[in-house]
């Protein structure tokens, strides 16, 4: 093993100096300068990227709407959750009384459930991304393996793009699993019909929180 | 402002020159109307490029050397009716002699005064209208090298557009290649001649009843299209509908 | 394996794929067209994320060994293989070593490359693909015919066909339903799988990370609930940091299916940690080396920067006319004619590098402005160079150079060849060449050369 690196280490090294490479281009800057909106326009530029990814989208101005509106959505469900101490707006109140899986449960428990409810870490506005952080008490299964994905979003947390949210992501320790969610599952394989949910969500409601 | 030339050295190129005079003649036409005494070198040949893409970078380069010597030996612009081979002397020469650093600086030299007709006629002299009038339905089509070699895009439809009662049809999937590519046509015929049909299809449909391009080498390819489906469509050189709406 | 020119005969006499591949294929080149146009500073972002490249390859051993390290750091197995054999020993090792039996894959073309499933299912093991096409691709025992979308060569009927008799459902050709049927079965399989495969878009060198993008979730999948995760990936595929990755991000899917953004981009920077409820609880990357150490030592180092959004294939005049299987390996198309002859030497892939008109509509609209074109030109020196053309055509051009060089042997030539063409034809047209000249006359005509030159005209003229 140690000998494949070895000898493709070794025969790069070789290969590096006849490799015949574009020069670099003169002028070019250094990175692409952070975008910056107005929270209004954040919002904005955010529920047109949901509508055009199809994601049924609620915005609430209270604590007391969003816990409604995420009970309204869940109840009577068999639902796969995080920890309730994760979601915002103690949006996990709405879990009592409801059937719920979480991440400790088996795996086979846990694709039985009909709704997936999770917070992220940040929004992209720009592309329509939820930014989700897997660890304790959050599950990735829970954006992954039921049909409906319901997603409590801070309002707070919409940044612009994918740069702007990369940019705190500078040290290793810091990042976990991460990923971004953009709309429902989808494929086009067959006669580029679009159909969703082949294998994740083919549905995703967004709750967007003041 | 620049001080605009006042003669140019015609590089006809070799189909013209054998195949199709008749696109030399027009092209010299349309330049002395315009003002610019036209030379045309007897020495020249062909540009090299069937060779040069066929991978024969040493039988290339010696007629390579041979036209940069020869168009050289005048300071005036080199005027080449065809997209293609103008992309093949102002750009392709740098890579034939990539290794000779002579003949490389002199690449360079004569790159910098090579034009294609339209891009000629539009850049250097300013020309958009030349009062031409022409019944005509025409397609006009992009050839790949003047297009994404060149970088020429607007000035032959300027130049169309200028021209009385000539109407540009619409034609689908318009700056996708004929599929001459020169020896291409020969050794993958089969592609080469699906490319040419899907070209056709599109251009029919379009309803034109002529076919417009700067390079003798794609009308060659759709002309011979055409006469083999039997269709009456007509292909011109730009030169010629120009020299046509004239007179 | 049939000759290149068969396979390209067999796919010019099949109407149904020309007329998929051209409807596919400019539908996603339209979508690509709005998608950038769209998109702020997309030339900006193109050149930055060529220049990143090239400055990657520049010093890929020493980028490696850092990505290495940082992997390490991060927990994750690090493992090289010289070839597709070793890469795949080295699955199977692992897989014996952790006692799998069951694996699951997201869609990789560097497993294509290594035909890792064969391997696997001859060392005992389950491989189920879970990208749907792909799915399709195993069911039907065939290989992927597009970067992106491995059955763009099927009609909804060939694959509700495939699908009826391979896993007895009811036959319907309802894209939706086959979805929905694919959804349940491949779910199973997710559940029971001990083995979660997949390859890796970009490989970020300074955090140590693996990045998937997908549009179905199988990706994620795939490295979610198997306890064992191997991610197969090109030593080509790093970006230096997460802002490289950021603007790679912003060009792939636009380039390839016209989207801003995959539905599921991961970002896995190691195994599952302390308190966390999934993830893989061992992590692997073979690094796959198979003639890339090759490519980049020589003039078409460049085509490494590929981050295969498979624009180029969509834009390619002969791509559409063909299909990906006329190539005849793992990758096709315009970005297939230049990385298969240099992972697997131009002995056998001579052809590929001639099918293309040089038309340039690859190189405009690669979204790292890879120059194909002049990849292409290098290889068929290359071809020449190597003494590889046929005998005919050598002399030919042989032949070319000696007359063309000089002007009144090339007049004299013009002359009577002009005569002896003249001879063949009727009222100015030929209707049948000889020889290589029969490609010509095969579906088009040859005007027959003027009886006066342009040179002769002239002369006349000025003397008038």
Known sequence: ?210 | MKEKPRKVQLFHTCIVNEVYPEVGISVATILERLGVEVEVPTSQTCCGQPAFNAGFHDDARKVARHTVDLLLKSGDPVLIPSGSCCDMISHQYHMLFENDAEYLKKSHELSERCYEFSQFLVDVLGITDLGARINAKVAYHPSCHLLRGLGVRTQPKTLLEGVGHLECATVKDQEECCGFGGMFSVKNSGISGGMLENKLKNIQASGANTIVSCDMGCLMHLEGGLKRRGSDINVKHISQILAEGLS | MAHFLDRVETALRDEHLRDAMLAATRDLASRRVNALANLENADMIRDLARQAKMTMLRDLAGNLETFERNLKRNGIHVHWARDGKEANRIVIEIAKAAKCKRAVKSKSMATEETHLNHALIDAGLDVLETDLGEYIVQLADTTPSHIILPIIHMTRGDIGQIVHEKISVPYTDDPEKLTKIARAKLREAFLSADLGISGCNFGVIDTGTICLVSNEGNARLCTTLPRVHVAVMGIEKLVPSLAEFDWMIKILARSATGQKITTYTSVISGPRRAGDHDGPEEMHVVLLDNGRVNILGGEIAEILGCIRCGACLNACPVYRNIGGHAYGDTYPGPIGAIVTPGLRGMKDWKELPDASSLCGACRDVCPVRLDIPRMLLKLRQTGVEEGRAPASIKWMMKGFGIVVSRPWLYRLSARWGGRVARLLASRGWIHKLPGLGGGWTRSRDMRAPAAKSFQQLWKERKRA
């Open chain 1, 1 to 210: 093993m140690s000998s494949s690196r070895t000898d493709i280490l070794t025969r790069l090294r070789q290969s590096q100096l006849r490799a015949v490479l574009p020069e670099p281009a003169q002028g070019l800057p250094d990175g692409i300068a952070p975008k910056k909106l107005d929270p209004t326009a954040l919002l904005e530029r955010l529920q047109a990227e949901f509508k055009l990814l199809g994601v049924e989208t609620y915005v609430e101005n209270s604590e007391e709407a969003v816990r409604q509106r995420v009970k309204g959505l869940i109840t009577q469900k068999s639902i796969l959750s995080w920890d309730a101490n994760q979601l915002p707006y103690d949006a996990g109140q709405c879990l009592e009384g409801e059937k719920v899986y979480f991440g400790h449960d088996s795996k086979n428990d846990q694709a039985t459930a009909e709704i997936g409810l999770t917070s992220c870490e940040a929004v992209l506005a720009e592309t329509g991304s939820q930014a989700m952080i897997s660890g304790p008490g959050k599950p990735r299964t829970a954006s992954l393996l039921p049909y409906t994905h319901v997603v409590v979003i801070r309002r707070s947390s919409i940044v612009f793009g994918m740069g702007e949210f990369l940019q705190n992501f500078k040290s290793r320790e810091l990042l976990p699993y991460l990923v971004f969610i953009t709309g429902p599952s989808r494929t086009a394989d067959i006669a580029l019909v679009i159909a969703l949910g082949v294998h994740g969500p083919g549905k995703i409601i967004a709750v967007i929180g003041p």
